[in-house]
T-cell receptor, first 112, second 118 residues
Framework: SQKIEQNSEALNIQEGKTATLTCNYT??????LQWYRQDPGRGPVFLLL?????KEKRKERLKVTFDTTLKQSLFHITASQPADSATYLC???????????FGKGTSLLVTP | GAVVSQHPSWVICKSGTSVKIECRSL??????MFWYRQFPKQSLMLMAT?????????EQGVEKDKFLINHASLTLSTLTVTSAHPEDSSFYIC??????????????FGPGTRLTVL
């Protein structure tokens, strides 16, 4: 069955450092992969989309890599800030049209 | 950016009652909307795909007679939880794709509705 795995343990880092989150998947051949941010009690907010033919994509302090051989995506936040503290979700296309399958998310806590 | 709203943001009801949740795309049209459910510390689980003007497509294990979906216009989809029970207590989130969007384009999520069934 298709699986999306994200590190379930919370990631605690110091302000200014780079946070790196991992998303691994099995039994998928995704055309694209997306990363979302979710704050407590709120819906997910889109951050970045990377397609299968792209190795890396950047947006301001965010960087995403996509290795279809390793079946892995890495999500980096450089110069992290306490405001970056949230849960970050990895999502892949599902078998249901344009709906998404989500990982459980990794909680990031950035301390001053 | 595109905005999706949900109403209500939270609801508490008695067991056996029905609850309707609205999902609206405020500044774009959406032929397709999606309904997800999220339990604490869990991932979002797709419940159904709502198609404007046609029947919704439900995921395996989701009872279509219990979770009624209506997508009457290009900007509104509703989810009705019928005869709600405590196990239906969850965070319900909808999302929508812009009519002009292509495969893989971002989805816009609503803020979610917290349902608590007593």
């Amino acid at each position: 069955s298709q699986k999306i795995e994200q590190n379930s343990e919370a990631l605690n880092i110091q302000e200014g450092k780079t946070a790196t989150l991992t998303c691994n998947y099995t039994n998928y051949s995704p055309a694209y992969l997306q990363w979302y941010r979710q704050d407590p009690g709120r819906g997910p907010v889109f951050l970045l989309l990377i397609r299968e033919n792209e190795k890396e994509k950047r947006k301001e302090r965010l960087k995403v890599t996509f290795d279809t051989t390793l079946k892995q995506s890495l999500f980096h936040i450089t110069a992290s800030q306490p405001a970056d503290s949230a849960t970050y979700l990895c999502a892949l296309d599902s078998n249901s049209g344009y709906a998404l399958n989500f990982g459980k998310g990794t909680s990031l806590l950035v301390t001053p | 950016g595109a905005v999706v709203s949900q109403h209500p943001s939270w609801v508490i009801c008695k067991s056996g009652t029905s609850v309707k949740i609205e999902c609206r795309s405020l500044d774009f049209q959406a032929t397709t909307m999606f309904w997800y459910r999220q339990f604490p510390k869990q991932s979002l689980m797709l419940m159904a795909t709502s198609n404007e003007g046609s029947k919704a497509t439900y995921e395996q294990g989701v009872e279509k007679d219990k979770f009624l979906i209506n997508h009457a216009s290009l900007t509104l989809s509703t989810l009705t939880v019928t005869s709600a029970h405590p196990e239906d207590s969850s965070f319900y989130i909808c999302s929508a794709r812009d009519l002009a969007g292509g495969p893989g384009d971002e989805q816009f999520f609503g803020p979610g509705t917290r349902l608590t069934v007593l």
